[in-house]
T-cell receptor
Framework: GAGVSQSPRYKVAKRGQDVALRCDPISGHVSLFWYQQALGQGPEFLTYFQNEAQLDKSGLPSDRFFAERPEGSVSTLKIQRTQQEDSAVYLC????????????FGPGTRLTVT | LAKTTQPISMDSYEGQEVNITCSHNNIATNDYITWYQQFPSQGPRFIIQGYKTKVTNEVASLFIPADRKSSTLSLPRVSLSDTAVYYCLVVLTSYDKVIFGPGTSLSVIP
């Protein structure tokens, strides 16, 4: 079946612009995770949803970052007033349950802020 | 919260067994150890997960000693296609989150 998809794959934004990154999880997966991966580093946890409930947003780096999953399926990560330090790959993953279960990752969205 | 350390890079010849060790000194009693593989421009892919002793699947083995302060991922007879970054991570069941380590870049040489 289809895996996790993310769009766009690449995004270039000028500093100060708002961006929205989309994640389509595997159908039926209850949990959805967002990670930020800087070049040459491991993914860093941003936030976690179980269905439409955002259970943990402790990893969001600032109040410019906002994530939602209104119907418990597709999720959007929004970054307001982008800064250069926001440049990274944003990974989305889904799983059948909580973090204890295998996470299926999408290919990521590479965001470059100029 | 538990953090992990692992070698930054490793080289191996094709056909050899590769062992990558990860240290996680602060692991809690109910935390799990998981390993993921990542190729360039792709998301990480699950390899194996364990709690203690030894776990084996079709691609790898995971050894976790009794004190659980470290774990070793074993890849039997690596091939060129195993060249990737391997991440050790701790699943913090009490906090419902995972923490990725810095990753080990494995290069398989023909």
């Amino acid at each position: 079946g289809a895996g996790v998809s993310q769009s766009p794959r690449y995004k270039v934004a000028k500093r100060g612009q708002d961006v929205a990154l989309r994640c389509d999880p595997i159908s039926g997966h209850v949990s959805l995770f967002w990670y930020q991966q800087a070049l040459g580093q491991g993914p860093e946890f941003l936030t976690y949803f179980q269905n439409e409930a955002q259970l943990d947003k402790s990893g969001l780096p600032s109040d410019r970052f906002f994530a939602e999953r209104p119907e418990g399926s597709v999720s959007t990560l929004k970054i307001q007033r982008t800064q250069q330090e926001d440049s990274a790959v944003y990974l989305c993953a889904s799983s059948i349950g909580g973090p204890i279960y295998e996470q299926y990752f999408g290919p990521g969205t590479r965001l470059t802020v100029t | 919260l538990a953090k992990t350390t692992q070698p930054i890079s490793m080289d191996s010849y094709e056909g050899q067994e590769v062992n990558i060790t990860c240290s996680h000194n602060n692991i809690a009693t109910n935390d799990y150890i998981t390993w993921y593989q990542q190729f360039p421009s792709q998301g990480p892919r699950f390899i194996i997960q364990g709690y203690k002793t030894k776990v084996t699947n079709e691609v790898a083995s995971l050894f976790i000693p009794a004190d659980r302060k470290s774990s070793t991922l074993s890849l039997p007879r690596v091939s060129l296609s195993d060249t990737a970054v391997y991440y050790c991570l701790v699943v913090l069941t009490s906090y419902d989150k995972v923490i990725f380590g810095p990753g080990t870049s494995l290069s398989v040489i023909p």
